[in-house]
């Protein structure tokens, strides 16, 4: 589904590491970096050339609940019953009861679908299109992301419910003119055969770093390098 050019592509970032399980053990995953992308996580673009993922949401060790058809003590198939032999059966339950701990990209996109549906709570007319020009505009550009407006494992960034909801409260300010020192841009690919063409993506910010939303006259300009040559912009 994800190569679908208008869905809402999600990645997974790290945010956790570790997590106590029922029977007080400690478990530690030492081997991801936290802040960082998940290395589970697919890169783009996808085979059609879109620019994928959208934008990445924390996925790994979350802690979320737990469904009574799922719990690996009851049912043999759950995905929370290791297949090793080694590892105890309830090593992925907290203390708290009713919750599981799970990672992957399926865990990332329930984030990002939370936030649209706050999106929806505050404006129920809003278009898909629309939700994901918001989600897109705001997304934190910090960690890996930082200073692209769109790379292969990033998107856009991650997900940032509290800037999505200011600047669907706030709209954007067509007055303010475009800050080039704060504004993203980034290419789909940066190497490219002769004749070859890519998609650049531009967020356009203003000087205090507010996303300005589409609409924006943005002027680019590329000096074109020989095979083996640097490119400047």
Not at 55 to 83: K, N, T, Y
Not at 96 to 109: D, K, M, P, Q
Request: hydrophobic letters at 40%; glycine letters at 12%.
């Amino acid at each position: 589904p994800r190569t679908a050019p208008e869905l809402i592509t999600v990645g997974a970032t790290v945010s956790k590491r570790s997590w106590v399980d029922r029977g007080g053990r400690v478990w530690r995953d030492l081997t991801y970096e936290v802040g960082g992308i998940a290395p589970y996580s697919g890169a783009g673009p996808n085979r059609l050339g879109f620019p994928k993922p959208d934008l990445v949401a924390p996925g790994h060790v979350i802690v979320a609940a737990l469904s009574s058809d799922a719990h690996p003590e009851e049912v043999e198939w759950s995905v929370f019953r290791p297949a090793n032999g080694f590892t105890p059966d309830d090593y992925l339950l907290p203390p708290e009861g009713g919750r599981a701990v799970l990672w992957g990209t399926s865990l990332s996109t329930p984030h990002v679908a939370g936030v649209v549906a706050l999106l929806l709570q505050a404006a129920p007319d809003l278009t898909q299109d629309e939700i994901r020009n918001l989600l897109i505009a705001s997304a934190r550009t910090n960690g890996g992301a930082e200073h692209r407006a769109w790379n292969p494992r990033w998107g856009f960034g991650e997900v940032d419910a509290e800037s999505a909801l200011m600047l669907l409260r706030e709209g954007w300010d067509a007055s303010e003119g475009v800050d080039s020192a704060m504004s993203d841009l980034g290419v789909l690919r940066d190497l490219l055969a002769p004749s070859e063409c890519t998609t650049i993506t531009v967020v356009p910010r203003d000087s205090s770093g507010f996303p300005l939303g589409p609409g924006q006259t943005v002027e680019i300009e590329a000096t074109l390098g020989t095979l083996g040559s640097s490119v400047s912009d």
